[in-house]
């Protein structure tokens, strides 16, 4: 009897996110073997809420999450609660091993690893974000709007962030922190009231469990109950490097280069969400998935009609 190590799936989605799990139930839906390995660390787990998601705008990230693997599950698919360590080529298509050590087979990949948001190295960041230190105004602006917002600099989209949060409240201010400020951006921050504040950030100031300002070098303490930063993003690509997908530089952090349909440059590999696309919400990252296990499903119809035609000629030369 063979066992679930030596399973043939047809597609392991590799990402149990937005992207992994739609793209997974387009798969299942569609009667292919497809199993997602999810090692349970959602980008947005911080957050309260998904927002700016038609009809379940407010779902608890935990809850959207719960309900996909709900429907994967229902038409037949599986999933993994695992960490990928390597993936390899074989024969006849990959081997995806987990750090559990459990080893699985699949004619097909799909990449859905989303991303990982780095922050500046400033005291007491990291432990806010998600809660009052955002980055996207579409996901959580309305949430913070007409509150003192904080826009600190970290690289080329600041100012950009600062006139899209200035869209949300009358009280942004500018955090130069270590960065120029042209004078064409400047004027812009001048034109909409935003103050700028030079000097250094030092960290947050908090007090109980509240945000209530940013500190400078100095100690002085500029009142906000808002920070917002423009983190690096970075691609979750370093364990597909033994089959040659490795990520693409980018100004705001690095993502796997793809066509439209989600196809790498590596034959049988696909890459759907935030992995490739770093400005994707979790609609348009689901989106992505489905468009990608779409496209995937018809390789692997092609590949299988291929297959038939050659056994059916094969036969008929024979006879």
Same mark, same amino acid.
């Given at each position: 009897?063979? !066992?679930?190590?030596?399973?043939?799936?047809?597609?392991?989605? &590799?990402? !149990?996110?937005?992207?992994?799990?739609?793209?997974?139930?387009?798969?299942?839906?569609?009667?292919? /073997?497809?199993?997602?390995? #999810?090692?349970?660390?959602?980008?947005?787990?911080?957050?309260?809420?998904?927002?700016?998601?038609?009809?379940?705008?407010? =779902?608890?990230? =935990?809850?959207? =999450?719960? *309900?996909?693997?709900?429907?994967?599950?229902?038409?037949?698919?599986?999933?993994?609660?695992?960490?990928?360590?390597? &993936?390899? /080529?074989?024969?006849?298509?990959?081997?995806?091993?987990?750090?559990?050590?459990?080893?699985?087979?699949?004619?097909?990949?799909?990449?859905?690893?989303?991303?990982?948001?780095?922050?500046?190295?400033?005291?007491?960041?990291?432990? @806010?974000?998600?809660?009052?230190?955002?980055?996207?105004?579409?996901? %959580?602006?309305?949430?913070?709007?007409?509150?003192?917002?904080?826009?600190?600099?970290?690289?080329?989209?600041?100012?950009?962030?600062?006139?899209?949060?200035?869209?949300?409240?009358?009280?942004?201010?500018?955090?130069?922190?270590?960065?120029?400020?042209?004078?064409?951006?400047?004027?812009?921050?001048?034109?909409?009231?935003?103050?700028?504040?030079?000097? *250094?950030?030092?960290?947050?100031?908090?007090?109980? #469990? *509240?945000?209530?300002?940013?500190?400078?070098?100095?100690?002085?303490?500029?009142?906000?109950?808002? &920070?917002?930063?423009?983190?690096?993003?970075?691609?979750?690509?370093?364990?597909?490097? !033994?089959?040659?997908?490795?990520?693409?530089? %980018?100004?705001? !952090?690095?993502?796997?280069?793809?066509?439209?349909?989600?196809?790498?440059?590596?034959?049988?590999?696909?890459?759907?969400?935030?992995?490739?696309?770093?400005?994707?919400?979790?609609?348009?990252?689901?989106? #992505?998935?489905?468009?990608?296990?779409?496209?995937?499903?018809?390789?692997?119809?092609?590949?299988?009609?291929? @297959?038939?035609?050659?056994? =059916?000629?094969?036969?008929?030369?024979?006879?």
């Amino acid at each position: 009897m063979v !066992g679930q190590a030596e399973t043939m799936r047809d597609v392991v989605v &590799v990402g !149990g996110g937005a992207a992994g799990l739609s793209a997974a139930l387009i798969l299942a839906r569609s009667r292919r /073997r497809v199993t997602v390995v #999810d090692a349970g660390t959602p980008r947005n787990a911080p957050a309260e809420g998904v927002h700016g998601l038609l009809a379940l705008d407010g =779902l608890s990230p =935990l809850e959207l =999450l719960a *309900r996909g693997r709900d429907e994967v599950t229902r038409y037949g698919g599986e999933i993994i609660a695992a960490e990928v360590s390597a &993936v390899s /080529r074989t024969a006849a298509g990959f081997a995806v091993m987990t750090r559990d050590g459990a080893v699985l087979h699949a004619r097909r990949l799909l990449v859905a690893t989303g991303l990982v948001d780095e922050l500046p190295d400033i005291a007491g960041l990291r432990q @806010r974000w998600g809660r009052d230190v955002l980055h996207c105004p579409y996901c %959580h602006g309305w949430e913070v709007r007409d509150r003192a917002i904080g826009v600190l600099a970290t690289g080329a989209m600041s100012v950009h962030q600062a006139l899209l949060f200035r869209q949300l409240s009358d009280d942004v201010r500018y955090f130069s922190h270590d960065q120029d400020l042209s004078g064409p951006d400047r004027s812009k921050l001048d034109a909409l009231g935003i103050p700028v504040i030079s000097g *250094r950030v030092a960290g947050l100031a908090v007090v109980g #469990d *509240r945000l209530t300002g940013v500190r400078l070098d100095d100690d002085e303490v500029v009142a906000v109950e808002t &920070v917002t930063v423009a983190t690096r993003m970075v691609a979750r690509a370093e364990v597909f490097a !033994g089959i040659g997908i490795t990520a693409t530089r %980018h100004p705001m !952090g690095s993502f796997i280069a793809a066509d439209q349909t989600g196809r790498t440059s590596v034959p049988g590999v696909w890459v759907a969400g935030n992995a490739t696309d770093l400005a994707a919400q979790v609609g348009a990252a689901a989106a #992505d998935g489905a468009r990608a296990a779409a496209h995937l499903n018809a390789d692997l119809v092609t590949e299988d009609t291929d @297959r038939a035609v050659a056994r =059916l000629t094969n036969a008929e030369t024979v006879r």
